[in-house]
């Protein structure tokens, strides 16, 4: 696969990555865990040179962490490594809790937590989750420089950031990416965060570059969601919109069609032209599904196909 570099100064990776939220957390929970799967999926996912494995804290919470340690047990030196802090609390009995905390001291323990449960001295990238609106992010992201300090981290970025949370944290210490969600079907950072991070160096990490899945086609009403699935309390996903979100399935399948890709390759393909910084992390937790985002990296879309797909409408629905 074609390897770029995560921001200024970072490890060279391929421009594809693997997101493990899924395989422990949100998507079609009553369906039991299949681990092995999970964890050749991981090991796939590396040979085929997806290097870059996300993962966070509060996925489970704690278990896709433990997953993803397992999965790196014996490759760790393959795997450009990230987790996530701040959106996993604790309660006043010290059980994990989903919810902001950005508090200084959170971070320092959370960071030694992470590593016990993914089993390595360090991870490669280690992020804010989101921004906790109760503490200035300038004092977050100190106490995340201080993991780099103490060699825990490698490097740090940012989610779901605007310029200027990203300007206050830089005026700390670099910021190495910026993860948010964007496909085709969520725009929302290309009119400034995008531009900002070309400008700086800064990489940029869509999650759920396939629109949690739509994009592929693989649901044509909300009755194909699984039951107890975070999905179906999307705005997007509801009946309505989502007859109406299905014309752009069917343009991005007319494209993938004329072309000889899948729709999930067309949908990515058209991630990766946003810029030679953006790297992408799918998640699947299927073999079949890995192979085919893969293969994203090889597709060449051409300038009429681009303005098909850079004027399809903006959905039906929030994204929360």
Known sequence: MRTTTLGPGGPELGVLGLGCMGMTHAYDTKTPRDDATS???????????????????????LTNEELVGRALRDRRDRAVLATKVGLLSRD?????????????????LSIDESLARLGTDHVDLYQLH??????????????LAETVA??????????????????????????????????????DWLDEVLPYC???????????????????????????????????ALPRFQQAALRTNLALVGKVREIAERIGASPAQ???????????????????????????????????????????????????????
């Open 150 to 187: 103490a060699g825990k981290a490698r490097h740090i970025g940012l989610s779901e950031v605007t310029v200027e949370q990203i300007k206050r944290a830089q005026s700390i210490h670099p910021v190495t990416s910026v993860q948010s969600e964007l496909s085709l079907w969520t725009r």
């Open 130 to 143: 989101r921004v906790d609106p109760d503490v200035p992010i300038e004092e977050t992201w100190g106490a």
């Open 266 to 320: 067309v949908a990515l393909a058209w991630v990766l032209t946003r810029g030679e910084h953006v790297i992408p992390i799918p998640g699947t937790k299927t073999p079949k599904y890995l192979l085919d985002n893969a293969g994203a990296a090889d597709v060449e879309l051409s300038a009429s196909d681009l303005t098909e797909l850079d004027a399809l409408p903006t959905p039906e629905g929030g994204r929360y």
């Open 198 to 232: 070309r400008q700086q160096g800064i990489a940029f990490l869509p999650y759920s570059p396939l629109g949690r899945g739509f994009l592929t086609g693989r649901f044509a009403s909300f009755d194909d969601l699984p039951a107890d699935d975070f999905r179906r």
């Open 39 to 61: 964890v050749a999926v991981i090991h796939q996912a590396l040979d085929l040179g997806m290097t870059l494995i996300d993962t966070a804290d509060v996925y489970g919470p």
């Open 92 to 108: 006043s009995e010290g059980r994990p809790v989903r919810g902001p905390d950005g508090r200084p001291e959170h971070v320092r």
